[in-house]
């Protein structure tokens, strides 16, 4: 079974700072993806960005970025220039490949960025 | 308009009553979920339905019913439920296999 752990309870960024979240993984399997959502007070889960595990390339998407190291399984979302609207509870998940797309959670950590 | 519509969005039911959670994905997507969100606990898979058909079952309690009549309408039949059963009921869908999950508002579920 796959485990995702999130160190991070909270976290706090000043507006227009950097702000790095961790997240790890446990598995066995050698493809599969891994997700990093976004949930605003609003509650709805919104996918700020996705990784191959089979791309060595690390995504982004605007201002956000990963740092995906398959080898120490760990995959980091990293925000640029973080705006008030970036406050929300973050979650890392991972998805094996072809396994009915079962996505695992990590705990989840709330990002607040401070005006 | 977020593709993936849940209603109710707040439901508060006495543990003897019986209710229904309905979610409606407008994203011509093939594949629905059902997942729990409870406080302090990392989101949980419940269901998962490929073309209408259950493909997975994630240990969920039989009081907890889904039905897929077709691809874009979900539901979760509820009766008999236990207080612990309070949490935030989030609805997913997908293009298919290995394709990113997109998420309703969620149904805030309050047992008494």
């Known amino acids: ?115 | 308009e977020t593709g993936v519509t849940q209603t109710p969005r707040h439901l508060v039911m006495g543990m003897t009553n019986k209710k229904s959670l309905k979610c409606e994905q407008h994203l011509g997507h093939n594949a629905m979920y059902w997942y729990k969100q409870s406080a302090k606990k990392p989101l949980e898979l419940m269901f998962v339905y490929n073309f209408k058909e259950q493909t997975e079952n994630n240990s969920v309690p039989s009081r907890f019913s889904p039905e897929c009549p077709n691809s874009s309408h979900l539901f979760l039949h509820l009766h008999t439920l236990q207080p612990e059963d309070s949490a935030l009921y989030l609805c997913a869908s997908s293009q298919g296999i290995n394709q990113p999950q997109h998420f309703g508002d969620g149904t805030r579920l309050s047992i008494l």
């Open chain 1, 1 to 115: 079974a796959q485990t995702v752990t999130q160190s991070q309870p909270e976290m706090s960024v000043q507006e227009a700072e950097t702000v790095t979240l961790s997240c790890t993984y446990d598995t066995s399997e050698s493809n599969y993806y891994l997700f990093w959502y976004k949930q605003p007070p609003s509650r709805q889960m919104i996918l700020v960005i996705r990784q191959e595990a089979y791309k060595q390339q690390n995504a982004t998407e605007n201002r956000f970025s990963v740092n995906f190291q398959k080898a120490a399984k760990s995959f980091s979302l990293k925000i640029s220039d973080s705006q008030l609207g970036d406050t929300a509870m973050y979650f890392c998940a991972f998805m094996k490949l072809n396994a009915g797309n079962m996505l695992t959670f990590g705990g989840g950590t709330r990002l607040m960025v401070k005006p």
